[in-house]
């Protein structure tokens, strides 16, 4: 999922959990990640809420900037992240 800023900074990938048959309004949670971005495990979290009638929305804080493959590289990234936007 992406949405963009309405004040043009972009957008910003993230992960949306709602329970599926859901029509009324929910508690939101918002899921945030430690220092590796959004990853499996953040996903799953976010989920867990979902199937306990919560709407989660777990961002990626690292979207501006291009992630390594390795885990354990990912943490330098949050240096590159432009902060302001």
């Given at each position: 999922?992406?949405?963009?800023?309405?004040?043009?900074?972009?957008?910003?990938?993230?992960?949306?959990?709602?329970?599926?048959?859901?029509?009324?309004?929910?508690?939101?949670?918002?899921?945030?990640?430690?220092?590796?971005?959004?990853?499996?495990?953040?996903?799953?979290?976010?989920?867990?809420?979902?199937?306990?009638?919560?709407?989660?929305?777990a961002p990626d804080g690292l979207?501006?900037?291009a992630l390594p493959g390795r885990?354990?590289?990912?943490?330098?990234?949050?240096?590159?992240?432009?902060?302001?936007?």
């Open positions: 999922m992406h949405r963009a800023s309405p004040d043009g900074n972009g957008s910003i990938k993230g992960y949306l959990v709602r329970p599926a048959k859901a029509t009324e309004k929910l508690p939101g949670v918002l899921v945030v990640h430690e220092n590796r971005g959004l990853n499996p495990y953040i996903e799953d979290v976010a989920r867990r809420f979902g199937t306990s009638n919560f709407l989660a929305f979207t501006s900037v885990r354990r590289e990912r943490r330098p990234a949050f240096g590159k992240v432009d902060r302001p936007r």
